[in-house]
């Protein structure tokens, strides 16, 4: 028998900044290409770039990563940050400002992007601080996060987990593949993402987005205060 | 005196003229002779403990005595649980008969229905040998007969037949266990036989008691001797079972405590060891079976023996405090195993009545083909559930006041001296508790597997409506399981006077004190405690004796143990209303919004995705296994095409424990002995349970020890 | 059978032996169809071992491909046959049960008839998704043809005993996790029988990369299992390579084995922790996701993505790690692998977490081996086989890993496969990074038509890939075969016999991606 809490309370400290600032560790986000002066948009495999003129814009949602355009002759400006998450969705109500329950539903991912959601409660992130946890049955669920394209078999499943959830409720899109398609979608196997078929109030683009922006995403479905950019060192 | 022959009268006459109606005519007026019967019998026991207690001397017969008939109040005790239990279930079988009509002649299960019910009121009100054993035999074979009626079915004649040989071999010991006091006392009469009962010699005694207890307690169901109850449940007719739960199996009881309470009080501790021990090892056996049963009635004949052992530990345990001169404590621990041998009758009369009604109206009895009832039957769910919650002690039902009793007056035995008693009672209290636990995990198992849930089965899912004349009869006895919850002071209270008649006196007053009366023996500032609790409210208006079930122990240690049964129920059904209230409050803003159970996303809930019967007793079977399931099954394994598993077979056969152990064979002991200790680090969870659980019990044993 | 040419003589082939065969070759042997299962049965006695079955569609008719590789210094066996249209192939799943789900999933994606194969249908496409009649994978096939009526819902009772019945688990369960079903034959308590429904992730990848060009094709593979991104990934691209004549420079060969080993540390780390949470020990859960995170930020930081995705090109890499960056990831990587190591070893002591593990989710040598086993799972099991020493690729001919392995093939004796592999990768991580050759690492590769087998040892284990180009340098044919695909069809035995409490235990223990199966 080990004492692992003294074990676990011996360990040093690990934890993010996050959501107090934005100060990021390297290799915590893979960044994203920003929209800028011209750059080669054809390189891009998914038409996430496009020439505007003199400036090339970057359509988020549909980028998976591929760091083409990070590399090579004319590259894209790339900014390391994690708030990029978008969506028209009003928060959910005041109530739920401090605690909220996740259901995580995998709807054809890669393995990437539930391999990040992994990664949420571990020290360096410990999103149970924020009073968020994840939960296994939608009946007690706020948010249902989706990650992958929704694919066929999958897209029944995924109607029936939100119908299963009480109101009031919100749908948050991880990741390339449940924001657009990403690299699979639309097929005949695959959907072209979640709001194919459900209401979704935010959407983290990236493939995978890291866990970071997914926190981000859901505090703001909380209707919490966020570090804004100036905040950043 | 009158009611009880007017009682007679109308069995027998009804019984006759059952016989001479139209078939089609004869279940509904049987029905009526038994009610009415029934009615009169309530009347004569009602009497009889209320201080009507009489003896009507009857004919000289040469060489075997005279016969004499009589009524005490522990005969009354007993004629008052057979009444309550036969009105209803003659009530029931007017319609239930019904539908043995193309196969089988009615009017003979009607008729001798009403016959039994005579014979079982003469059983309990002969007061000579020979009556007592004529009565007896009369009994079982009627009782033969009316588990014997669908004789047309493979397993019936078989088990009737295991049936008949238990009873007449346990009739074989009663007979000598009698004719050993009469030739004592030199008369068959038990009058005479109760006089001369303080000059027999120890050896004789022992005799006596050994062949009474274990004669008796084939018909009790008492442990090793039960085998024939889940057997002769099952074939028997829905309303010959309730009898035979219902009111047989406590003439076992009866006989136990007529001869060993009354005409020969046991002085031996140790023999009150070995019934505390008996009735304790069956309990824990008896609802282990009910525990992983699938089939309705054998799963209620397998309970009928737990309830038996623990009525069997009440006595006991009384016979134990009576040897070493604690009358109280006696009268205690047998008022507890009397009053819950009335819960146990009503309570398995309803729900072998519930079997036969869910029989009718689907079909099938196997749990694992039920489920879902409750959405067609409510009537039939509210009733059944109130017998459930009674067998598993919940309140508010009155399981709850005499398991609680029976628990407390095993505890007493800290007060006894020797060590070697005190430990079969830790032994008898540790199972006790563990009966108790599985007691629930068995009735909600049951009540889970027929009525909630999805229909396993087609049958399950279109059951025919119950009839009215049914619903009522379930309907009366749910009430009474209620009213039991609400009422055990007042039956404590009368109990007390029952057992007084054995010489226990004191035990009635000990349990249910004169709380507010201006001369109770209780310090006064100790009384008002008990007020802020509200506890004298109702002593203004209701009848004595109070609400209030508590032990009134010495001076320095005024209360022992209290509760107030009524009042629980009171608080239970107010907090549920008030949850119901604030719950309303809160939400009645929101909408209701109505989905499916969620499944985990599957396209279709199915009911072969849902558990069975058999799934919800597993983790039981696996934990005990040594008792319940010592084969290991046979699994056979189909395969096509070299590697392809087409369908995996699982038969097993299990003989039930007793078979193996008491009547099985005896050799190749050593060989189990051995592979058990090979056995032990399996690596299996449940196993270690197990272990902990053993560990468990022999620490506390060791400790009471130290 | 030792030698290839007694091998060849048991199988009958006509084929002449070439003088040399080093590893690494692929010799194709063009059969009968009907001598099919004869083939199959010697190769099942032999040390050959099952890769995937490849289906093309040529015009009407469809060839079939059964890789098998063989042991160090021998190459890889590629029996070919060919079937006229409307024909049935003889199915070798009798005589070699490791090709039963292959058999089945191109049944279902190609509607070729497998004879003698009992169980067809109902696998790849449910049967209450997808109408009957949709070949998915067929050339005529029209993305419309999916939308056909499905038929009724009807889950499949094993176990035949008095009160059975089906344990669902899933497609929507636990808390992260992927989608995927397990039905519980059992009678409670304990699982009798496992089935194991995958396929609700089937994103069709094989047929979306039909068309594509390679490099957007790679991007497809790295997304087959995104965890384990660059092992596929680089498998795919040495099939290209191999398709259409690259030249890969030897900085890229060497800096592609660096990025593998990483690559596994992270992944081997990922399934400790996994094993650590389905165990429900909070503090070691933490501290070995701790470790994860530190890997996936060395990743983050020097190759710009946490999962190495667009890292790997065909010829080479995307992009150069300067050596003095090699020799600092390396020296990082190694000192995460040390604190794993010494969680490990503290997990080891405490008897709670091994009574969980020990003799729970046994899978004998036989079944291993019958089922055709592959990576940490099968070595764990005494099936041994690993890729990178049977078949070297990339750098690993110069620097051959040491191969983990036990007998026992319990959940522990998974669990220090695992562990010894990781701490293999971290010591391999310096040694590569301290031998990188000068140059560049992108090499120029030709458009023309080919085909070619490509493998690597995945984390997981052997991942194998067919590619064929059209003369565009288009992808004709894309056909992964995942090490996944061996190891769910025997996860369930593991699975069985034991209760519903070590389920998710020997689930973690196999550390198995759905997405990888489902593609
Ligand atoms: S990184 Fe994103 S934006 Fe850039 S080329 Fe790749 S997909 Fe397009
Ligand atoms: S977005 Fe990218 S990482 Fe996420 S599931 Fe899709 S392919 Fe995988």
Redesign the interface.
């Known amino acids: 028998m080990r004492l692992w809490a003294l074990r676990g309370l011996r360990t040093q400290r690990d934890l993010t900044g996050f959501p107090r600032t934005l100060e990021l560790a390297p290799g915590m986000t893979p960044g994203r290409p920003v929209d800028g002066p011209a750059a080669a948009a054809d390189v891009c495999p998914t038409g996430a770039l496009r020439a505007e003129g003199a400036a090339t814009v970057v359509a988020l949602d549909h980028c998976v990563h591929c760091q083409r355009c990070r590399h090579g002759g004319q590259p894209m400006h790339w900014r390391e940050d994690i708030a990029w998450s978008h969506g028209e969705g009003a928060p959910l109500p005041r109530a739920f400002a401090h605690s909220i329950h996740v259901r995580v539903l995998d709807a054809g991912d890669c393995g990437a992007c539930l391999a990040e959601l992994q990664q949420l409660p571990a020290p360096q992130y410990s999103l149970h601080r924020l009073g968020i946890f994840i939960t296994a049955s939608p009946r007690e669920a706020d948010v249902l996060l989706v990650v992958g394209p929704v694919t066929r078999a999958m897209r029944q499943p995924l109607l029936d987990t939100y119908a299963a959830m009480p109101g009031p409720k919100r749908v948050v899109a991880v990741g390339a593949c449940a924001a657009s398609g990403g690299v699979f979608g639309p097929s005949f196997a695959c959907a072209g993402g979640v709001a194919d078929m459900l209401p979704v109030d935010r959407v983290v683009p990236g493939c995978p987005p890291p866990p970071l922006a997914v926190l981000e995403a859901l505090l703001a479905v909380m209707g919490r205060s966020l570090p804004r950019a100036e905040d950043a060192p | 005196m009158i009611a009880f022959l007017l009682f007679l009268a109308l069995c027998v006459g009804g019984g006759v003229i059952t016989l001479l109606v139209r078939d089609r005519h004869a279940a509904v007026v049987a029905t009526l002779f038994g009610m009415l019967a029934g009615l009169a019998l309530l009347v004569a026991a009602a009497q009889t403990l209320g201080g009507d207690v009489w003896l009507l001397p009857l004919w000289q017969l040469p060489a075997l005595g005279r016969l004499t008939l009589g009524a005490d109040r522990l005969s009354a005790w007993f004629l008052l649980i057979t009444a309550l239990v036969a009105v209803p279930v003659f009530l029931f079988s007017a319609r239930y008969l019904r539908h043995y009509a193309a196969q089988y002649r009615t009017a003979g299960a009607a008729s001798i229905q009403l016959f039994l019910l005579a014979s079982i009121g003469l059983t309990l009100t002969t007061r000579d040998v020979f009556g007592f054993l004529f009565t007896w035999e009369i009994m079982s074979a009627l009782c033969y007969l009316a588990v014997n009626f669908e004789h047309l079915h493979d397993a019936t004649p078989k088990a009737g037949l295991i049936m008949l040989v238990a009873s007449e071999a346990g009739a074989l010991l009663q007979l000598l266990a009698l004719l050993l006091l009469a030739a004592h006392a030199g008369s068959t009469q038990f009058a005479a036989i109760a006089a001369s009962a303080a000059s027999i010699g120890p050896g004789v005694a022992w005799a006596v008691f050994a062949l009474s207890f274990f004669g008796f307690g084939v018909k009790a169901g008492l442990f090793p001797s039960m085998g024939w109850l889940p057997r002769a449940h099952p074939v028997a007719p829905a309303p010959a079972s309730a009898l035979l739960s219902g009111v047989i199996v406590n003439l076992g009881i009866y006989g136990i405590v007529r001869i060993n309470a009354d005409l020969l009080p046991v002085a031996m501790p140790a023999a009150g060891v070995i019934v505390l021990l008996v009735g304790a090892f069956g309990a824990i056996i008896g609802i282990l079976y009910a525990t992983i049963e699938t089939e309705f009635k054998r799963l209620l004949a397998h309970s009928t023996i737990e309830n038996m052992g623990l009525v069997a530990m009440g006595i006991g345990a009384a016979l134990i405090f009576r040897a070493l001169n604690q009358p109280v404590f006696a009268a205690m621990a047998l008022i507890a195993a009397l009053l819950h041998l009335l819960n146990h009758s009503i309570a398995k009369s309803l729900l072998f009545l519930s079997a036969g009604a869910v029989d009718t109206t689907t079909g099938t009895r196997d749990l694992n083909a039920l489920g879902g009832l409750i959405r067609k039957l409510p009537w039939l769910a509210g009733t059944c559930l109130a017998g459930c919650m009674m067998l598993a002690a919940l309140p508010p039902t009155g399981g709850f006041a005499s398991e609680w009793l029976l628990i407390q007056s095993l505890l007493r035995s800290a007060e006894l001296a020797p060590v070697s008693v005190r430990l079969a009672f830790v032994v008898a209290g540790a199972l006790m508790a563990l009966t108790a636990g599985l007691a629930l995990s068995a009735f909600t198992r049951l009540f889970a597997m027929a009525f909630l849930g999805m229909p396993r089965s087609p049958a399950a899912q279109n059951p025919t409506p119950l009839p009215a004349s049914m619903r009522w009869a379930l309907a009366l006895l749910a009430a009474g399981c209620i009213a039991l919850g609400l009422l055990p002071t007042y039956l404590v209270a009368g109990l007390g006077t029952v057992v007084g008649t054995l010489g226990l006196h004191g035990g009635g007053g000990a349990l249910v004190p004169p709380f507010y009366a201006p001369g109770s023996a209780l310090p006064g500032d100790f009384v008002s405690s008990f007020h802020a609790l509200g506890a004298q409210l109702g002593s203004s208006f209701l009848p004595p004796p109070g609400l209030v079930l508590m032990h009134r122990g010495g001076t320095a240690n005024p209360v022992v143990f209290a509760a107030a049964p009524a009042y629980l129920d009171l608080a239970l059904v107010l907090g549920l209303l008030l949850l119901w209230l604030v719950v309303r409050v809160f939400t009645h803003a929101r909408k209701l919004a109505r989905q499916r159970a969620w499944d985990g996303g599957l396209p279709e809930l199915k009911p072969q995705l849902t558990y069975t019967a058999t799934g919800f007793g597993n983790p039981a079977r696996v934990i005990f296994s040594a008792v319940v399931a010592p084969n290991a099954a046979h699994v056979e394994e189909e395969t096509v095409a070299r590697h392809f598993r087409a369908a995996i077979v699982r038969t097993e056969r299990q003989p039930y424990a007793l078979d193996r152990w008491v009547f099985g064979p005896l050799h190749g002991g050593a060989r189990h002995i051995a592979n058990a200790f090979a056995a032990m680090h399996h690596g299996k969870l449940n196993g270690y349970v197990a272990y902990a659980l053993a560990a468990l019990l022999l620490a506390l044993g060791v400790s009471f020890w130290i | 059978m030792n030698t290839l040419a007694e091998l060849l003589h048991a199988l009958e082939c006509d084929a002449a032996v070439p003088a040399a065969i080093e590893s690494g070759a692929v010799l194709a042997l063009p059969l009968p169809a009907a001598r099919l299962p004869h083939a199959a049965h010697v190769l099942a006695r032999s040390q050959a071992h099952l890769a995937g079955i490849v289906c093309e569609q040529r015009n009407g008719s469809f060839a079939l491909r059964y890789p098998f590789w063989l042991p160090r210094g021998l190459p890889w066996l590629e029996l070919v046959i060919d079937v006229a249209p409307g024909g049935t192939v003889p199915?070798i799943?009798?005589?070699l049960?490791a090709a039963?789900w292959h058999e089945r999933e191109i049944e279902d994606l190609f509607g070729l008839i497998f004879s003698?194969?009992?169980?067809l249908g109902n696998f790849v496409l449910?049967d209450?998704?997808?109408p009957e009649q949709a070949f998915?994978m067929r050339h005529d096939?029209a993305?419309t043809?999916?939308d056909g009526a499905p038929s009724p819902?009807q889950?499949q009772?094993?176990?035949?005993?008095?009160?059975?019945?089906?344990?669902?688990?899933?497609?929507?369960?636990?808390?992260?996790?992927?989608?995927g079903q397990f039905l519980l034959?059992?009678?409670?308590?304990?699982i009798?029988?496992c089935q194991t429904r995958l396929?609700?992730?089937?994103?069709?990848?094989e047929?979306?990369a039909e068309g594509m060009v390679a490099?957007?094709a790679l991007?497809?593979v790295?997304?087959?299992?995104?965890?384990?991104?660059f092992a596929h990934a680089l498998a795919a691209a040495q099939a290209i390579e191999r398709a259409c004549d690259c030249s890969v420079p030897a900085r890229a060969q060497t800096l592609r084995s660096f990025w593998a080993e990483l690559e596994r540390l992270r992944s081997h780390a990922?399934t400790i922790?996994?094993l650590c949470k389905s165990t429900a020990?909070?503090?070691?859960t933490?501290?070995a996701?701790?470790r994860?995170?530190e890997l996936?930020?060395?990743?983050?930081?020097?190759a710009?993505?946490?999962?190495l995705?667009?890292?790997i090109a065909a010829g080479g890499l995307?992009?150069d790690l300067d050596d003095a960056a090699a020799r600092e990831l390396a020296a990082q990587a190694q000192a995460v692998a040390r604190r794993l190591a010494d969680l490990a070893e503290?997990l080891l002591?405490?008897?709670?977490f091994i009574?969980r593990l020990?003799?729970?989710g046994v899978i004998d040598a036989k079944v291993a081996r019958?089922y055709g086993l592959v990576g940490p799972v099968g070595r764990a099991a005494g099936h041994v086989s690993d890729l990178r020493r049977e078949q070297p690729y990339a750098a690993y001919a110069e620097c051959t890993p040491r191969v983990a392995q036990a007998a026992e093939g319990d959940n522990l004796a998974r669990l220090r496969v695992f562990l010894d592999e990781a701490a293999e990768s971290a010591r391999l991580l310096p040694l590569l990074a301290t031998q990188l050759p000068a140059g560049t690492v992108r090499g120029t590769c030709a458009t023309r038509a080919g085909a070619g087998l490509g493998w690597t040892e995945a984390p997981a284990g052997a991942s194998t890939c067919f590619a064929r180009l059209d003369a565009d340098g288009r992808i004709a044919r894309l056909r992964l075969m995942p090490p996944a695909f061996a190891n769910w069809h025997a996860y369930h035995l593991a699975a069985e016999r034991f209760?519903f409490?070590d389920f998710p235990i020997t689930l973690a223990s196999f550390g198995l991606?759905m997405?990888?199966q489902?593609r």
Not at chain 3, 159 to 174: H, K, R, S, T, W
Not at chain 3, 185 to 190: P, Q, V
Not at chain 3, 281 to 284: D, G, Q, R, Y
């Open positions: 199915s799943s009798p005589r049960f039963d003698n194969h009992p169980f449910h209450e998704v997808w998915p096939f993305f043809d999916a819902y889950p009772q094993m176990l035949q005993a008095e009160g059975a019945f089906l344990m669902p688990v899933g497609p929507v369960y636990g808390g992260v996790s992927e989608a034959d059992t009678l409670g308590e304990e009798t029988h396929f609700y992730k089937y994103r069709g990848i047929k979306r490099a957007d991007l497809l790295e997304r087959m299992n995104g965890t384990n991104a990922a922790a996994g020990l909070a503090v070691p933490s501290l996701y701790q994860v995170e996936l930020r060395l990743s983050g930081r020097h710009g993505h946490r999962y995705f667009g890292l995307a992009f503290e002591f405490d008897n709670s009574d020990e003799e729970v019958r209760a409490q991606s997405a990888e489902d």
